[in-house]
C-alpha cells in the first residue's frame, strides 16, 4: 500500500506534463506513427530540463504500451486490409471464370478443366463426351422483343442445360447463344444421345417474358473426346458436328463424322486455291457449239468453266462452282471467265455468239450490268454478240428487282435467256411478266426424248408455249442421232449436245471451224465458210 505522500508523488507524476504528452501519445499513436512519432519525441525531450528515474520508468512503461497498442491497432487494420483483398481476389476470380449473365462457367474456366482432365487422364476414350449448343431462332427474340428478352431466354436455357446435365456433368457459355456440354464420365454413347433428346425438347418449351411466351429451339454437336488429339482439334470436330446438324435442318443432334470432316477440309482447301486461280486467270472457258437443229448450222458457243488444277487434275464445276457460291467467289469467277470468252471470241467470224450463264448470287449483285457493260468495253466484244443465261431461281423470288436488270441488258443490246426451262415452279409467272429472248430446255427432258414419251409430251408443251410467245429454244443435251432427228421433226429452232461436239478450249475453235466441222456437217453457214 501506497502512503499518502506516496500517491500524491506519483500523482503528480501521472499529471506532469510527461505523463501527459505520454499519455496522448498512446491515444493517438497510430495518428503520430504516421507523422514520424519518434522525431516529435525526440523534440519534446530536449526541451526537458532534466529526467528523474521514475519519469524515466514511467516513461519506457508507457512507451511499453503505446507500442503494444500501435501493433495491435496496425495488425487489425493489416488484417482488415488482406480480408478485403482475398475477397476482392475472390470475387475478380469468380467473374474471370463464370459468365456474369447465367453464373455457368466461361469459355476460360472450360478450358482450364478440360486441360485439367486431360493433363489427369481423365479424357481416356471410354470416360468423356463433349458437346456444343447453339440456339436456333435465338436472334428473332431480341429482335421482337427485346435484349431483356434474350438475356432472360439465355438465363433460361443455362438454367435447363444445367438441371438436365445433372451430377457430374458441367455445362459452361463460350459466348453469345453458344454453351458447351461436359457429360458425366460415368455416361456412354447411349446415355449421352438420350440427355441431348432431353435437351432438345426441354429448350424448346416456352420461355415466359412478360406475359407472353419466347421459342427458340438447339442444335447440338456431339464429339467422344480424345484429349491427345488437343483441345483446338477436339473443339474443331464438335463445331463440325454442329455445322452438319445446321446443314440438316437444325433442331437436333448430330455426332462428329470422320468422313464428312474430311470433304469440309478438302472444300476449305478448294476454296483456298480457288480464290488463287481465278486471279491467275487459271479456271478458263471451255465452248460448246449451239446449232441450228434443222440445217445443223453453227451459230455459236456456250461459255463452260474448267479448271485444270496442277495437282488434283481436272475439278469438275459442280466441285467449284458450289464453293464458289459459298465463299462469295463466284462474281469474281464469273467476271473473269466472261472477260476471257469476250476476249476470245473477238477475233472469231462475226456471225458467231456466245452464251454466259450467270448465277442466281451472280445474279443479286447491284453492280452485275455496270461490271459485264465494262467487260463489253475492255475486250471490244459487241454486245448483240452475247447472250446472258439465268435461271429461273434468279428472278423467281422478286421479279421486281429482276425486271429492270433485264432490261437494262436489253438496252445495251444482250439477249436474255431462261436456262433450266421446266425444272422451276412458276416458269410461266416468269415468262409472262419478264421480257425473255429464248428459253432453254433442260437436258434432262431432251436426253433419249425419241424414246420417251412422258418427255415427249413435256417438250411438245414447252415448244408450244415459245411459239404462242414468239421465243427461241434451245434444246441441251442431244446426245444421239434419234434425238437430233425428234427435233428436226418438230419447232425446236436450237440444240447443243455432245451429238454435236463436246466443250473445247479457245485454241482448238479455229481448227474445228476450218476441218472437223465444215467436213461433218454440210450446211455451214456463210460465216463458216469464209473461215474454212
Known amino acids: 500500500m501506497l502512503s499518502p505522500k506516496q500517491k500524491a508523488i506519483w500523482r503528480k507524476r501521472l499529471l506532469s506534463p510527461t505523463a501527459l504528452f505520454f499519455l496522448s501519445a498512446l491515444v493517438t499513436w497510430p495518428i503520430l506513427s504516421e507523422l514520424e512519432a519518434f522525431e516529435v519525441f ?6 526537458q530540463k532534466s529526467w528523474e528515474v521514475d519519469e524515466i520508468a514511467l516513461l519506457i512503461f508507457n512507451l511499453t504500451i503505446a507500442l503494444g497498442a500501435s501493433v495491435w491497432y496496425k495488425s487489425r487494420a493489416l488484417k482488415r486490409v488482406l480480408q478485403r483483398r482475398e475477397l476482392e481476389r475472390e470475387r475478380a476470380e469468380k467473374n474471370a471464370r463464370h459468365d456474369p449473365l447465367t453464373g455457368l462457367m466461361n469459355r476460360r474456366a472450360f478450358y482450364e478443366m478440360i486441360e485439367n482432365l486431360s493433363n489427369s487422364g481423365g479424357t481416356s476414350k471410354a470416360s468423356l463426351f463433349v458437346g456444343l449448343v447453339d440456339l436456333d431462332r435465338f436472334k428473332p427474340v431480341n429482335d421482337v422483343h427485346g435484349h431483356s428478352a434474350g438475356d432472360v431466354t439465355l438465363c433460361t ?18 459466348g453469345g447463344d453458344e454453351f458447351v456440354l461436359v457429360f458425366a464420365p460415368t455416361m456412354n454413347a447411349a446415355d449421352v444421345e438420350r440427355v441431348a433428346r432431353r435437351m432438345l425438347s426441354t429448350i424448346a418449351q416456352p420461355i ?38 445446321k446443314l440438316s435442318g437444325r433442331g437436333s443432334f448430330a455426332w462428329y463424322d470422320s468422313d464428312a470432316d474430311k470433304q469440309t477440309l478438302e472444300r476449305a482447301e478448294i476454296a483456298a486455291e480457288l480464290k488463287s486461280a481465278i486471279r491467275s486467270d487459271k479456271i478458263t472457258p471451255y465452248y460448246q457449239p449451239i446449232v441450228k437443229i434443222g440445217t445443223t448450222e453453227l ?16 475439278v469438275p464445276p459442280f466441285t467449284f462452282i458450289p464453293i464458289a ?33 450467270v448465277s442466281p448470287i451472280q445474279f443479286r449483285d447491284p453492280a452485275l450490268v455496270e461490271s459485264i457493260r465494262n467487260v463489253l468495253q475492255e475486250t471490244g466484244f ?4 452475247l447472250t446472258i443465261e439465268i435461271t429461273e431461281s434468279s428472278v423467281i423470288d422478286d421479279v421486281l428487282v429482276a425486271r429492270p436488270k433485264i432490261e437494262a441488258f436489253k438496252e445495251l443490246g444482250i439477249q436474255i435467256a431462261l436456262d433450266d426451262f421446266g425444272t422451276g415452279y412458276s416458269s410461266l409467272s416468269s415468262l409472262r411478266s419478264l421480257p425473255f429472248d429464248r428459253i432453254k430446255i433442260d437436258r434432262s427432258f431432251v436426253t433419249d426424248i425419241s424414246s420417251n414419251q412422258q418427255n415427249q409430251q413435256i417438250v411438245s408443251g414447252i415448244l408450244s ?31 447443243q449436245g455432245y451429238y454435236f461436239e463436246k466443250p473445247i478450249p479457245a485454241d482448238q475453235i479455229l481448227w474445228l471451224l476450218e476441218t472437223e466441222w465444215a467436213e461433218h456437217f454440210v450446211h455451214a453457214s456463210p460465216a463458216v465458210k469464209a473461215v474454212g
Open 42 to 47: 525526440y523534440e519534446f525531450s530536449r526541451s
Open 157 to 174: 436455357v443455362a438454367e435447363r442445360l444445367r438441371k438436365e446435365m445433372g451430377q457430374g456433368g458441367h455445362v459452361a457459355r463460350l
Open 208 to 245: 415466359p417474358f412478360n406475359e407472353q411466351s419466347v421459342f427458340v429451339g438447339a442444335s447440338i454437336g456431339l464429339v467422344h473426346w480424345d484429349g491427345s488429339l488437343g483441345l483446338s482439334e477436339m473443339m474443331r470436330r464438335a463445331d463440325h458436328a454442329l455445322y452438319q446438324v
Open 299 to 314: 451459230v455459236g458457243f456456250e461459255v463452260l468453266a474448267r479448271w485444270t488444277h496442277p495437282t488434283r487434275g481436272n
Open 325 to 357: 457460291e459459298d465463299s462469295g467467289l463466284i462474281g469474281q469467277l464469273g467476271l473473269s471467265i466472261l472477260r476471257q470468252a469476250c476476249a476470245d471470241a473477238a477475233d472469231w467470224p462475226e456471225g458467231l455468239s456466245i452464251s454466259f450463264n
Open 382 to 385: 459487241k454486245p448483240q454478240r
Open 465 to 495: 408455249l415459245a411459239n404462242g410467245l414468239a421465243l427461241d429454244v434451245t434444246a441441251e443435251g442431244i446426245e444421239t442421232s434419234d434425238d437430233l432427228a425428234y427435233l428436226q421433226a418438230s419447232t425446236c429452232s436450237l440444240g
